[in-house]
């Protein structure tokens, strides 16, 4: 019996000035335009447009699924399809949760099992400075790393949740602003945490516009709550 296992390659493109089409881009004759080959931490521009040029070679007969950085403002698929036809889905972080291709905090894309070589065409928008953080992993290994991560937000926000109640509920009885001032302290940090994971879009009915605003308002309230408690914890005018 003749195994076959999955290979891969990945290079992008900087398109400052987006002046590439994807149609064109898919072509072999346009492989010269990918000059560098993608690693982890290779620095975005921002604001910019890349594309990424992922050939790969499927015939393990199980699915794979693409796993790219969260912080990117939005990202198109492009792949031509068994009847030659252009294919085209989206995600990234100002797309609405219903639409992504997978139900995952992070941008995914499956990589399904062919008989032959295969291109995929990621075009990546940044508003925001960051790294193209990127891993490629088979099917069950995504599903059993996405339920042990679930499990620690389900964990993580829950302790969040309950102290900011219990700092509230201790609040009302004793009218002491400390545990007020912990109560919004910590209910700024779990908004945080939710926006820099990419958690907090699945529960609203519109898509966040990612920005350093969008994550600065948190913080700036997370400091002020912060301060305001450490001056009346440690009783300063006192």
Not at 207 to 218: G, R, V
């Amino acid at each position: 019996m003749k195994w076959f296992v999955f290979a891969y390659s990945v290079k992008f493109l900087e398109d400052r000035n987006q002046i590439y089409q994807p149609t064109t881009l898919l072509k072999d004759s346009a492989d010269g335009q990918f000059t560098r080959a993608l690693t982890n931490h290779t620095l975005a521009n921002a604001p910019s447009t890349y594309w990424l040029k992922i050939k790969f070679s499927n015939g393990s007969m199980q699915t794979y699924v693409l796993v790219l950085s969260i912080l990117f403002q939005e990202i198109k698929y492009y792949q031509i399809d068994e009847q030659d036809q252009l294919q085209i889905s989206e995600n990234g972080y100002s797309t609405y949760w219903g639409r992504k291709t997978i139900g995952h905090n992070a941008p995914a894309f499956y990589l399904y099992p062919s008989q032959g070589p295969q291109t995929l065409l990621v075009k990546i928008k940044t508003h925001m400075p960051g790294t193209f953080d990127f891993s490629i992993l088979s099917n069950n290994e995504f599903y059993n790393n996405a339920l042990s991560r679930f499990y620690y937000y389900g964990l993580f926000f829950g302790s969040l949740i309950v102290a900011t109640l219990y700092c509230l509920v201790i609040y009302i009885g004793l009218r002491d602003r400390v545990y007020l001032y912990y109560a919004l302290y910590v209910f700024s940090f779990l908004i945080f945490s939710a926006i820099d994971w990419g958690m907090l879009n699945k529960y609203l009915p519109f898509s966040l516009e990612i920005s350093h605003d969008l994550f600065a308002i948190p913080y700036a309230f997370m400091t002020i709550f912060l301060l305001k408690y450490s001056q009346h914890f440690l009783q300063l005018k006192k």
